[in-house]
T-cell receptor, first 117, second 116 residues
Framework: EPEVTQTPSHQVTQMGQEVILRCVPI?????FYWYRQILGQKVEFLVS????????KSEIFDDQFSVERPDGSNFTLKIRSTKLEDSAMYFC???????????????FGDGTRLSIL | AQSVTQLDSHVSVSEGTPVLLRCNYS??????LFWYVQHPNKGLQLLLK??????LVKGINGFEAEFKKSETSFHLTKPSAHMSDAAEYFC??????????????FGGGTRLMVKP
């Protein structure tokens, strides 16, 4: 069964540094997402991406965050200047809007654990 | 706006006994509802989904859930727990009235423990 893959599994970064989290969505999917889960808290939506642009973003997704699909397979999340509170598990997901249309579920990767020191 | 409340943060059952994980939701539109499971150090795996067809939904590993609009509930059940069911379970809602790329709203999760 096709999977969403995320790299690295664990990223340790100094506060103030830039970090890029990488994801390879399922190949025929057209919608891409990032979520995060701070330890002990709920999984929170960050951003959705379709047709090479952001379709929706949450209040968390401020100017420090950006997303990109640099080629036909990768989907990245960049945090420009990391803060301690960015420490979390970041999940990438993808979905196929065709077939049953809006009801297609999102498929998640195993996550990247980001630790800011 | 949409929200999800999972009524129990922890549930403990004995192997072979029934499982009930409770979920209530609120949604401005006709919702799609999902249950995801997360095993330790793994990603979120889809267990089942409700998208306006049959109200009783069957998923993987013997789990099922019933959509009750009048109660705004979507509780997850399994007749007989197995040790491998021990994990974190998330009830999730998506507003179907919005764009196809719907954001998901997660409940706080329920940690299921299975005793031998």
């Amino acid at each position: 069964e096709p999977e969403v893959t995320q790299t690295p599994s664990h990223q340790v970064t100094q506060m103030g540094q830039e970090v890029i989290l990488r994801c390879v969505p399922i190949s025929n999917h057209l919608y891409f997402y990032w979520y995060r889960q701070i330890l002990g808290q709920k999984v929170e939506f960050l951003v959705s991406f379709y047709n090479n642009e952001i379709s929706e973003k949450s209040e968390i997704f401020d100017d420090q965050f950006s997303v990109e699909r640099p080629d036909g397979s990768n989907f990245t999340l960049k945090i420009r200047s990391t803060k301690l509170e960015d420490s979390a598990m970041y999940f990438c997901a993808s979905s196929d809007p065709h077939g049953q249309g809006r009801d297609q579920p999102q498929h998640f990767g195993d996550g990247t654990r980001l630790s800011i020191l | 706006a949409q929200s999800v409340t999972q009524l129990d943060s922890h549930v403990s059952v004995s192997e072979g006994t029934p499982v009930l994980l409770r979920c209530n939701y609120s949604s401005s539109y006709s919702p799609s509802l999902f249950w995801y499971v997360q095993h330790p150090n793994k990603g979120l795996q889809l267990l089942l989904k409700y998208t306006s067809a049959a109200t009783l939904v069957k998923g993987i590993n013997g789990f099922e859930a019933e959509f009750k609009k009048s109660e705004t509930s979507f509780h997850l059940t399994k007749p007989s727990a197995h040790m491998s069911d021990a994990a974190e379970y998330f009830c999730v809602v998506s507003d179907r009235g919005r764009n196809a790329g719907n954001m998901l709203t997660f409940g706080g999760g329920t940690r299921l423990m299975v005793k031998p």
